[in-house]
C-alpha cells in the first residue's frame, strides 16, 4: 500500500475492486424511469443494507458480503451515528472464512477514527471501549469521519455486520478469482511490527534519489515551455518537480490554469493538465501533502511521485497556454524500469470548468476510458456560488461491461464528501481542511473562514483500492448540490482531473485544450451574473434554502392520489408568489387522503416552515411531522392564487430525515392542497436580554417610611428618577422580605426608556411586577410604557379588576372582577408574543390581545405620563421586582436566576438541589422553582367523554417551549412508549399545558409521560 511502483503494473493476480455502500436502494438502472430525488438520484442514503441475521439472541445488519477469496481494503463511516450528537454508534463484526466468530468486533466510530478530533472544534467525544485500534495513517479522523485503510484479507468468504441499524457505511474490497491462494487475515496482524515502517513510508515518503534532469528559466506565452527529454530505454519518473515563483502565483493565480503540465511516453501524449488542477490548486496554492503529490504554498513547489514507467521513450514539458510569461523551474528523476506486458503509461486527463443548475439533476462525467487499466486518483474542483452545501452527489464508477450492460456501476457511494473519506453533517469551514495519504479535503471555499463559497477542492489516492478495467472505465459523479440550493440559477461550477494507468493503445474522451487553459478559471463574480440572468428571466422567485416541492418526490401517498407539478402563468401569479416558479398540487378528494415528504440529510435539528400554494378551490389540511400532529384546520383555500407560511416549529431529525405528512381534512367543498416549499433551517442563537429593579434594595440610606430621591437597578444600570412622594416601605413581597417603594397620589418613578430598556425588543417580551394596592378605587397605574397621549400602554385597575390599556383603543385586556385583591401582593405580566399580548395574574392568563402599540421612550412606575411629561392619574400602594425581558432566557439564565448562590453540581441539568423528585432541567422545562421542594409539576388529566380516552395535560414553561427538544410519549402497559406529540411551534395562551391524548384502547388503563431524550430525563 505504500509502493507506488506496484500500480503502475496491471495486478496479477488480477482483481476486481468491488464496494458495499448504504445508498437509498431506489436507484435502480441508469435508465429507469424515474430521474430525481426518487429514484436514480435518491437522497436519504444511509439506509441501504443486504439483510439482518439473529446471532446470540442479537440483531445484525449485514452490510457487505462476498464468497470467494479476496481482501478489505477501505472501510469510511462518520463521526457521529444518526443524530449529530451520537458519537458511539454501532458496533462493526467482521466473519472470515464461515466463522461464527467475528475475527474483529469493536466500535466503528472508534475503529475508524481513534476519536482523534478535537473536541475545541468538534464537540464532545465518548469513552474508548475497543480492545484493540490501528495507528494513524491507518486510522485517519478526517473531518466529521473516519477512515480505515488496512488490508483484511480472506481465503474463502467475508461478512462485514453492524450491532445497529446502517447509517453511513462504506466498505471497498477486493474480489479474486476462484482458486487464488489468500491468506486469511488474524487480529495479530494488528500488532504487527511493519505497522511503523509503511506508517513513516506512507505519511513522509522519502524523496528520490534517482539522477535528476532540470530546466529552469522564462516561459515564454502563448505555448511557450520548459521541456525535458528524459533517458532512452526502459525507465519510469520516481518523481516530478515543478518549482513557482510563489509571489507571480499571489499575484496572477491564472497562472495554475495557464502553465500546463505534458507528459508523452514511448509517443504517446498521456498527461494532460494545468499544473494547478493537477496539485489540488485553483485560485491559490494550497498546502497539501498525500502519498502522491505535495505541495506547499510558501515556496511554490509542487511534487509528484506517481510512476510513470515507459518502454522506449519519454518528454515532460510545462507548457505555458496564458499571454503572460512565467518563471519557472522544472525537475525529473528517472530510474530504470523492468517492461513487461503488466507496464503501463500513467495518465493524467482533464474536464474543463462546467456550468451546472441546481436541478435538474445529473451524472457528471471525469472520464471515459476505454482499453485495459487501473484508476489511482482524482481531483474534484467546485466553485460554489453560495454560503451552503454543494455536494449531495453519489459517485458512480462503472467497470468493463457494467455500463452498456448491466447499467448499474460497481461503485455507487453515498455522497461527494463520503467518496473524498470526510462526512456533512454541518456546512464545512476552513477547520474541516485535512490532508491524509489517501484522501484530501485540500480547500474550503476562498471567501471566508467559515464558508464553503468559492473553490471547494477534494482530491483522492488509489492504492489498496485501487481499480483495475479490462475493457471500459466510467467514472462519474452526481451533479446534485445540497437540499438547500436546488433551484435552476443555484449554480455550480465543476472541473476535475483524473489519474489513473492503462496498457498501451487506450482511448479517452478527454483531449488537451490549450484554448481553455488559457482562461483564468471561472469567478465567482462571472458565475453569480449567469445565475441572476437565469434567475431573473423566468420571473419567478424563490425562497431562500428552500426544498421546492416540485422537486422533492413524495415519499408516500393513500391509493391514488398522484401528486402533479403545476406552472401558473404570470396572469395566474403576477407577483411571483410561488417559489421557483412551480408548486406541487396534492389532488384530494375526501377527508383522511395524505401525501407525505421525506426531507433528507437533515442530521441536527431544525426550524422549519412549509409554504402553501392557496387556490381558489383549496381545501383544509392537517400538518404532521415525524408522526406528530403539528397544525390541524389550515385553510388552503384563497380567492386568487396565493402564499401562506407555516411554521412547524423546531423538530429533530429522525433516521436523519424530517418527514411531513400533510392529511385532507374537512372543511371545504373542494379539496386540493397546493405545496409550494419547505425551508429547514438551523435554530438561531436565542438571546436574552433583561432589566430588573428590586426597589430600594440598593439604596444605602433607605429604611422604612424614609423618603428617597430615586432607586437603583440591582445590577447598577441606569437610575430611576423620583418625582412626587415616594417612600421606601419594609414589606414582605414576593420573593421575601425586601424594601418596596410606596406611591400615594402623584408620586411615580420615571426614566428615558431607551436607556433603561437597551436591548429589549418590544415586539417579542415580558414585562412583569409585584403589585400590593394598599387604597383607592378609581384609575390606578402601576407601571407605563410611553405618554399618555403620545402612544402608551399601561395597566391599572378599576372595578376590581385589572386591565391592560393602550391609548386611544381602550381596554383591551379585561380580567375577572375581584381580581384586584387590596392589602395582597400580586404579580402581574405583560407578554407580547407572536403577535399577540397577554396579561396573566399570578400565572393564571386574564386574555389576550392583537393590540400593542408603538409606545414612546418613556418607562413610568406609579403614574403615567401625560403629553406635556407630567403625571396623569394615581396610584396607591407598594410596588417592587419589577422585571423586563426580551428573548428566551435559556436553562444557563433561569438557574442563574432561580439559584444564585447554588454550587457548580447543584446547578447542572440533572442536579435536584430542592430534592422534589424534578431535576434542574425539568423544572425549568415545566416552569416551576428549583429552589423550592414544595414547587413541584403536576400532570392533569382530564376525559372529555365516557368514549373519549384520557387527555394528559403538561404545563410547559412558556420560555422553555422553544428552547428544549421534548416528547410527549403514551403507553397502555408502561413497557411500550409510542410518541403523542414533539415540540412544535407553540402559539397557544400562556399557561395553556401541552396535551397528549392516550390512543383508543387505552381507555381502561393510559400512562403518559414527558421525555427530554437529549438529557435522557423523563417525568410520568
Keep these: 500500500m505504500a509502493d507506488l511502483g506496484a500500480v503502475a503494473r496491471f495486478p496479477s493476480p488480477q482483481y476486481e475492486a468491488k464496494q458495499a455502500s448504504t445508498y437509498n436502494r431506489l436507484s435502480t438502472a441508469r435508465d429507469q424511469a424515474d430521474q430525481g430525488t426518487g429514484g436514480w438520484f435518491a437522497d436519504s442514503d444511509g439506509l441501504g443494507y443486504i439483510r439482518t441475521e439473529q446471532r446470540n439472541g442479537q440483531t445484525e445488519w449485514v452490510i457487505m458480503e462476498h464468497n470467494g477469496p479476496g481482501a478489505l481494503t477501505r472501510i469510511w463511516t462518520p463521526f457521529f451515528y444518526k443524530d449529530f450528537g451520537n458519537r458511539t454508534g454501532p458496533s462493526v463484526r467482521i466473519y472470515l472464512d464461515g466463522a461464527t466468530t467475528p475475527v474483529i468486533d469493536q466500535n466503528l466510530i472508534e475503529l475508524l477514527s481513534n476519536l482523534n478530533w478535537s473536541a475545541a472544534e468538534y464537540g464532545s467525544k465518548p469513552s474508548p471501549q475497543n480492545s484493540v485500534s490501528l495507528p494513524a495513517p491507518f486510522s485517519n479522523f478526517t473531518a466529521r469521519a473516519g477512515v480505515l485503510h488496512f488490508p483484511i484479507p480472506f481465503a474463502q468468504s467475508c461478512k462485514v455486520t453492524l450491532s445497529g441499524s446502517p447509517f453511513y457505511d462504506i466498505v471497498s474490497y477486493r474480489a479474486y478469482p476462484p482458486g487464488t491462494a489468500v491468506e486469511t487475515f488474524t487480529a495479530a496482524r494488528f500488532q504487527s511490527p511493519l505497522l511503523a515502517t509503511v506508517g513513516a513510508a506512507l505519511t513522509n515518503p522519502p524523496p528520490s534519489a534517482d539522477p535528476q534532469l532540470q530546466q529552469s528559466g522564462v516561459v515564454p506565452p502563448n505555448q511557450g515551455e520548459l521541456a525535458l527529454d528524459l533517458p532512452a530505454g526502459a525507465r519510469a519518473v520516481t518523481e516530478l518537480e515543478i518549482d513557482l515563483d510563489e509571489a507571480a502565483i499571489a499575484a496572477n493565480p ?132 453560495t454560503n451552503g452545501w454543494w455536494g449531495e452527489g453519489d459517485e458512480k464508477i462503472y467497470v468493463d461491461d457494467e455500463y452498456a450492460v448491466g447499467k448499474f456501476p460497481g461503485n455507487f457511494g453515498t455522497g461527494t464528501e463520503d467518496y473524498y473519506g470526510w462526512a456533512g453533517g454541518v456546512v464545512p469551514t476552513r477547520t474541516d481542511e485535512f490532508a491524509t495519504p489517501f484522501e484530501a479535503n485540500a480547500q474550503v471555499g476562498s471567501t471566508a473562514a467559515n464558508s464553503p463559497k468559492g473553490f471547494n477542492i477534494c482530491t483522492r489516492t488509489r492504492m489498496l483500492d485501487a481499480m483495475p478495467f479490462n475493457s471500459r472505465l466510467v467514472f462519474d459523479m452526481e451533479a446534485s448540490p445540497g437540499t438547500d440550493q436546488r433551484n435552476a440559477w443555484d449554480l455550480l461550477m465543476y472541473s476535475a482531473a483524473t489519474f489513473y494507468y492503462a496498457i498501451p493503445g487506450s482511448t479517452h474522451n478527454r483531449p488537451a485544450l490549450p484554448a481553455r487553459a488559457a482562461q483564468a478559471v471561472t469567478s465567482l463574480e462571472s458565475l453569480q451574473a449567469e445565475s441572476d440572468r437565469i434567475r431573473t428571466g423566468g420571473g419567478s422567485v424563490n425562497l431562500p434554502n428552500a426544498v421546492e416541492a416540485e422537486a422533492a418526490t413524495p415519499s408516500a401517498a393513500s391509493p391514488g392520489i398522484v401528486p402533479s407539478v403545476v406552472t401558473p402563468t404570470l396572469s395566474e401569479d403576477p407577483d411571483h408568489l410561488v417559489s421557483a416558479g412551480s408548486y406541487r398540487v396534492l389532488p384530494f378528494t375526501a377527508a383522511g387522503q395524505f401525501v407525505e415528504f421525506r426531507l433528507t440529510e437533515q442530521f441536527n435539528p431544525r426550524m422549519l416552515k412549509l409554504y402553501l400554494t392557496t387556490l381558489p378551490e383549496g381545501g383544509t389540511v392537517e400538518v404532521w411531522v415525524n408522526g406528530a400532529k403539528v397544525l390541524a384546520g389550515v385553510d388552503a383555500g384563497s380567492a386568487t392564487l396565493g402564499r401562506k407560511e407555516l411554521k412547524l ?372
Excluded at 430525515?657 to 438551523?682: C, E, K, N, Q, Y
Design 254 to 385: 491564472a497562472l495554475l490554469r495557464n502553465l500546463v503540465l505534458s507528459a508523452t511516453f514511448d509517443g504517446t501524449e498521456t498527461v494532460w493538465c494545468p499544473a494547478g488542477d493537477f496539485f489540488n490548486s485553483a485560485d491559490r496554492a494550497n498546502n497539501v501533502a498525500t502519498l502522491a503529490r505535495t505541495s506547499t504554498a510558501a515556496d511554490g513547489r509542487f511534487v509528484c511521485r506517481w510512476r510513470m514507467p515507459y518502454q522506449n521513450s519519454g518528454r515532460v514539458r510545462l507548457l505555458n497556454c496564458g499571454t503572460a510569461s512565467a518563471t519557472a523551474v522544472l525537475k525529473v528523476r528517472t530510474a530504470s524500469w523492468q517492461w513487461d506486458a503488466r507496464s503501463m503509461h500513467f495518465h493524467a486527463r482533464w474536464r474543463p470548468d462546467f456550468i451546472s443548475p441546481g436541478t435538474p439533476f445529473h451524472d457528471w462525467n471525469f472520464v471515459d476510458v476505454a482499453g485495459k487499466g487501473v484508476l489511482v486518483g482524482d481531483v474534484w474542483t467546485v466553485l460554489n456560488l
Design 649 to 1020: 416549529g423546531y423538530v429533530k431529525p429522525v433516521d436523519a430525515a424530517i418527514t411531513v405528512r400533510l392529511v385532507a381534512a374537512a372543511g371545504h367543498p373542494g379539496m386540493p392542497v397546493g405545496v409550494d416549499a419547505f425551508v429547514p433551517s438551523d435554530p438561531k442563537p436565542v438571546t436574552f436580554s433583561e432589566k430588573r429593579w428590586r426597589l430600594g434594595e440598593d439604596d444605602p440610606g433607605a429604611a422604612a417610611d424614609t423618603p428617597a430621591g430615586g432607586t437603583r437597578e440591582q445590577a447598577g444600570a441606569p437610575a430611576l428618577a423620583a418625582s412626587g412622594t415616594v417612600t421606601y416601605r419594609s414589606d414582605s413581597a414576593a420573593a421575601g422580605d425586601t424594601l418596596s417603594v410606596g406611591f400615594g397620589g402623584a408620586g411615580h418613578l420615571t426614566g428615558q426608556g431607551a436607556e433603561l430598556l437597551a436591548g429589549i425588543d418590544l415586539a417579542d417580551f415580558e414585562m412583569g411586577f409585584d403589585v400590593k394596592p394598599t387604597g383607592g378605587s378609581s384609575f390606578h397605574i402601576p407601571v407605563a410604557l410611553g405618554r399618555y397621549g403620545s402612544g402608551s400602554c399601561f395597566i391599572y385597575h378599576a372595578g376590581g379588576s385589572w386591565r391592560f390599556h393602550i391609548n386611544g383603543t381602550g381596554d383591551v385586556i379585561t380580567g375577572p372582577a375581584g381580581s384586584v385583591k387590596l392589602n395582597q401582593w400580586q404579580n402581574l405580566r405583560l407578554i407580547r408574543r407572536a403577535g399577540l399580548s397577554r396579561l396573566s395574574l399570578d400565572g393564571v392568563e386574564l386574555g389576550s390581545s392583537a393590540a400593542f402599540p408603538s409606545p414612546s421612550a418613556d418607562l413610568t412606575f406609579g403614574a403615567a405620563k401625560n403629553g406635556s411629561g407630567g403625571p396623569d392619574g394615581r396610584f396607591i400602594g407598594l410596588l417592587d421586582n419589577v422585571v423586563f425581558s426580551s428573548g428566551s432566557p435559556g436553562f444557563a439564565t433561569f438557574v442563574r436566576n432561580r439559584l444564585p448562590q447554588a454550587s457548580t453540581a447543584n446547578a447542572q441539568p440533572a442536579a435536584d438541589p430542592d430534592g422534589d423528585g424534578a431535576p434542574n432541567v425539568l423544572e425549568y422545562v415545566l416552569g416551576t422553582d428549583p429552589a423550592s421542594g414544595a414547587s413541584v409539576p403536576v400532570t392533569r388529566i382530564s376525559v372529555d367523554a365516557a368514549s373519549v380516552p384520557a387527555v394528559f395535560r403538561f404545563p410547559l414553561g412558556a420560555d422553555a417551549r422553544s428552547a428544549v427538544y421534548w416528547e410527549i410519549e403514551i403507553s397502555g402497559d408502561l413497557a411500550n412508549w409510542e410518541v403523542a406529540a414533539r415540540q412544535p411551534a407553540y402559539a397557544g395562551p400562556i399557561g395553556e399545558p401541552v396535551t397528549a391524548v392516550a390512543e383508543p384502547g387505552m381507555e381502561q388503563r393510559g400512562f403518559a409521560r414527558l421525555v427530554l431524550p437529549e438529557n435522557g430525563i423523563a417525568a410520568q
